[in-house]
């Protein structure tokens, strides 16, 4: 049977075209999407990145408000400056002598760019904050009382501030009955907890008391190495006196009833020299800042008489720092002391009334180790 003549063959090119531009848009929206997630994405992570600039930016501000406190300048106003493709500007908020906050920004990419702002407590310690600290111990240990610690604010008021401080960075112990202080500082994490003290307090960490370095400075004149000073001494202003047995000097003795005009008084006692202070009434009516007494190496720092004197004391024996960081202190008499007493170990023993004040003028004896 006759068909007829074959129907043409079907022509797909024109929807195979189609598909592949179906296809083609496919790809362009996902690759567009992909391009668009990137850009977001790069967007994102450099603004991280001015973020994270900024703050370090804004750390430096504070960096160098503290590099200019550690050099005794407290900056006023509005402080600028620049670095790592940005700027900072931070300002100072004096809160005391010893503390103060810091207010910084950082900004990187001018005006449209990111910003991180930091506000920062930075704060110091006074260089004599305890009326007594004995660094390895301090033993209060008598039969009677033991310890009279006051502070005052003007010497010779009879206020008493709660500020008089004593501790140690090792044991300490508390017997008597007598008036301990306004607190008793001790470090936890290597000794048992004060015996019989009535206020303990834990140390977060100890305390460092460093090794005096010795200036130079002239020593008054010895006779066959023994320096003698009584009476009116001149401070010269602080100027020190540096007394060491390099210089042919043995020991220096303080006697009798000694003033200081010119304050403060500045002494240092190096090693191989001793040090009495035994049958001496030192600058009493004077602010202790008025005498600086500093002792390097372990040589016998002697605060009592001979035969030791009991009984209430009747007026101050001593009104300044005595800084003996390597020194065995014992106490035997009864004494008045007024100020700070820094030594390697403290013990108090043979029932004397030993009076000793903090004289809150050293609170602005500070050190210039700033903390953030």
């Keep these: 049977m006759d068909r007829g003549p074959a129907a043409p063959p079907r022509d797909d090119a024109g929807s195979t075209m189609i598909i592949a531009v179906i296809v083609m848009m496919i790809l362009s929206t996902l690759s567009l999407a992909g391009l668009a997630r990137a850009l977001s994405e790069l967007s994102f992570i450099r603004h991280g990145q001015q973020y994270d600039a900024?703050?370090?930016?804004?750390?430096?501000?504070?960096?160098?408000?503290v590099y200019k406190l550690q050099h005794g300048i407290v900056p006023s106003g509005t402080q600028t400056g620049s670095g790592l493709g940005g700027t900072w500007r931070y300002r100072v908020d004096p809160q005391s002598a010893t503390e103060v906050y810091v207010y910084s920004v950082g900004q990187v990419g001018g005006a449209t760019g990111a910003q991180h702002g930091v506000r920062a407590?930075?704060?110091?310690?006074?260089?004599?904050?305890?009326?007594?600290?004995?660094?390895?111990?301090?033993?209060?240990?008598?039969?009677?009382?033991?310890?009279?610690?006051?502070?005052?604010?003007?010497?010779?008021?009879?206020?008493?501030?709660?500020?008089?401080?004593?501790?140690?960075?090792?044991?300490?112990?508390?017997?008597?009955?007598?008036?301990?202080?306004?607190?008793?500082?001790y470090f936890s994490s290597v000794t048992?907890?004060?015996?019989?003290?009535?206020?303990?307090?834990?140390l977060a960490q100890k305390e460092v008391f460093p090794t005096p370095v010795l200036p130079s400075g002239a020593c008054p004149p010895n006779t066959l190495g023994a320096v003698v000073l009584t009476g009116v001494v001149d401070g010269s202003h602080g100027s020190p006196m540096v007394c060491k047995a390099t210089g042919g000097v043995s020991s220096v003795k303080m006697t009798g009833t000694i003033s200081v005009v010119n304050p403060p008084l500045v002494l240092y006692v190096g090693k191989g020299v001793t040090l009495d202070l035994s049958s001496a009434v030192i600058n009493a009516g004077g602010n202790a800042a008025n005498v600086v007494i500093q002792k390097e190496g372990t040589d016998a720092v002697t605060l009592d008489p001979a035969v030791p004197v009991l009984g209430t004391p009747a007026a101050v024996s001593f009104s300044g720092?005595?800084?003996?960081?390597?020194?065995?202190?014992?106490?035997?008499?009864?004494?008045?002391?007024?100020?700070s007493i820094v030594a390697?170990?403290?013990?108090?023993?043979?029932?004397?009334?030993?009076?000793?004040?903090?004289?809150l003028g050293l609170q602005t004896q500070n050190t210039q180790t700033w903390i953030v």
Excluded: E, H
């Design 121 to 185: 407590r930075v704060t110091r310690s006074p260089m004599y904050k305890y009326a007594l600290f004995g660094i390895q111990s301090l033993s209060l240990d008598t039969t009677q009382l033991a310890v009279d610690a006051y502070s005052f604010l003007v010497l010779g008021s009879t206020t008493d501030t709660g500020q008089a401080l004593v501790g140690t960075n090792g044991a300490m112990t508390c017997t008597g009955g007598g008036n301990f202080g306004a607190a008793q500082y």
């Design 321 to 339: 720092v005595l800084y003996a960081p390597q020194v065995d202190l014992r106490m035997a008499s009864s004494k008045w002391f007024t100020g």
């Design 54 to 65: 900024a703050l370090a930016l804004a750390d430096a501000g504070v960096a160098d408000a």
């Design 192 to 202: 048992p907890p004060p015996s019989g003290c009535p206020n303990p307090v834990r």
């Design 344 to 359: 390697n170990s403290v013990t108090v023993s043979g029932n004397p009334v030993l009076r000793i004040g903090y004289d």
